[in-house]
């Protein structure tokens, strides 16, 4: 066995985890001394074009308990997790000069402002620093996808059939073995608070659906509930349009937008599920919606910048309105749906909205409002506590009729009020709230 020498420094992104990922695992191998590294980026805590906060409140608070998790989980492995909340490009290389860092190891992201940051680091950072960066955010590893980025289906059940016929889910990352003591002498850093950040301090709220906090421990509490204790995967297809309570879905979609449970881990989970416990077809279906997650990454991988245009990766030119007393009213659940309203104030006062309350907030003030569509999806930016780049704006071009659906549906919300809220139960929890 070679032996171990050097620093590597590790770059979080969204992969803010330990078990199966892939610089964790790669550069502990390698190197005796590993340092990661986490900023607070100011540009994600900024205005954005709208007029909101990038990031509210509810998913700063996931992320700082995410952060928190990770430094604790960390220090039992001895490696030291620096906490900043300045431009990553200038801490970056503060630090890597300042500990004479042989490798940058990263998670490889490809949208505007991510990208950017990548580029603009290594254009700073010393040459002789060796770079090493992974995909680690698919079900399905770029690199096992048998097509060009440009091949890419733009319909899902294509991109679903090739993926589930001649593509294999990788093995999880061996556990890291702890290192050696660290003897890099770096301070205790703490982490910022919401006031820190610029935002207001939030109370869980006692009616939510998604009481849960950040961090890895308790995703892997989560899947092991959701899975193991309760068995609420054999009934998950069954109750995935729910609107109300904890266990209508699977909930993992927090975890998963920040990186701090695998995609991988969930799959590999659901087999054992198969195997030991029942097979069917609401197993099958939480799969089916890691698929869809996938699928949005690689179309914003293939259309780029595109995705965040007015007209989408189809360069169609409807006439979209920007009133913003209108696109209030939507906001502040005051629209002439009752459903629609219910579900906006849940968001409003959770940070959380159900899949089905998604698609028809988005697809009323796309499709009846005509409300530029950019607008809604930056409203959901700042307030989903599952905020995804590639899911959000993949999600809203393809409602908005300019991204991957091929029937470019309207929903009918009386009807799916009538469907899915039968007895009025959401309606009445948020739209009697004082």
């Known amino acids: 066995m070679q032996e171990k020498k050097g620093k590597a420094l590790i770059w979080l992104r969204n992969d803010l985890r330990i078990e199966d990922q892939a610089s964790f695992y790669f550069a502990s191998n390698k190197y005796n001394n590993v340092i990661a590294y986490y900023s607070f980026d100011p540009q994600f805590f900024s205005k954005n074009h709208w007029g909101y906060n990038r990031t509210e409140s509810f998913r700063a608070q996931f992320l700082i308990d995410t952060i928190s998790s990770l430094k604790y989980q960390l220090e039992k492995l001895n490696i030291t997790l620096i906490i900043e909340k300045r431009n990553p490009i200038k801490g970056l290389d503060y630090w890597i000069r300042k500990l004479?860092?042989?490798?940058?190891?990263?998670?490889?992201?490809?949208?505007?402002?991510?990208?950017?940051?990548?580029?603009?680091?290594?254009?700073?950072?010393?040459?002789?620093?060796?770079?090493?960066?992974?995909?680690?955010?698919?079900?399905?590893?770029?690199?096992?996808?048998?097509?060009?980025?440009?091949?890419?289906?733009?319909?899902?059940?294509?991109?679903?059939?090739?993926?589930?016929?001649?593509?294999?889910?990788?093995?999880?990352?061996?556990?890291?073995?702890?290192?050696?003591?660290?003897?890099?002498?770096?301070?205790?850093?703490?982490?910022?608070?919401?006031?820190?950040?610029?935002?207001?301090?939030?109370?869980?709220?006692?009616?939510?659906?998604?009481?849960?906090?950040?961090?890895?421990?308790?995703?892997l509490e989560r899947l092991n509930n959701y899975l193991w204790k309760t068995k609420k995967l054999s009934f998950y297809k069954k109750t995935r349009n729910g609107l109300l309570g904890v266990d209508y879905s699977s909930k993992f979609s927090p975890w998963l937008a920040n990186g701090s449970l695998s995609p991988r881990k969930i799959y590999w989970e659901i087999k054992r599920y198969e195997k030991s416990i029942q097979k069917n077809q609401s197993t099958y279906w939480l799969i089916f919606e890691l698929i869809w997650r996938d699928f949005f990454k690689y179309i914003s991988m293939k259309h780029r910048d595109k995705i965040f245009k007015l007209e989408g990766i189809l360069d169609r030119n409807y006439e979209w309105n920007r009133s913003k007393k209108l696109f209030k009213t939507w906001v502040e659940g005051k629209t002439k749906y009752p459903f629609v309203n219910s579900n906006m104030l849940e968001l409003k006062k959770t940070g959380w909205m159900s899949n089905r309350g998604r698609q028809n907030v988005s697809s009323f003030l796309a499709k009846e409002l005509k409300i530029d569509w950019r607008m809604g999806a930056a409203y959901f930016e700042s307030m989903l506590l599952d905020y995804d780049v590639h899911s959000n704006y993949g999600n809203w071009i393809y409602v908005s009729g300019i991204g991957n659906d091929p029937r470019d549906r309207k929903f009918d919300i009386k009807w799916q009020s009538e469907k899915y809220d039968p007895n009025m139960k959401h309606q009445n929890l948020w739209l009697n709230e004082n």
């Open 100 to 219: 004479k860092i042989d490798s940058l190891f990263f998670q490889k992201e490809w949208t505007r402002d991510e990208y950017e940051t990548e580029k603009n680091l290594i254009n700073v950072i010393p040459s002789n620093v060796s770079i090493k960066t992974h995909f680690d955010q698919f079900l399905f590893h770029p690199n096992d996808v048998k097509m060009e980025i440009k091949q890419i289906p733009e319909v899902f059940t294509v991109f679903r059939k090739i993926c589930e016929k001649k593509i294999n889910v990788r093995s999880l990352f061996p556990d890291i073995v702890p290192l050696k003591e660290n003897k890099l002498r770096l301070k205790a850093f703490s982490l910022p608070s919401l006031s820190d950040l610029g935002l207001k301090i939030k109370e869980n709220h006692s009616k939510t659906a998604f009481p849960f906090k950040g961090g890895c421990d308790e995703a």
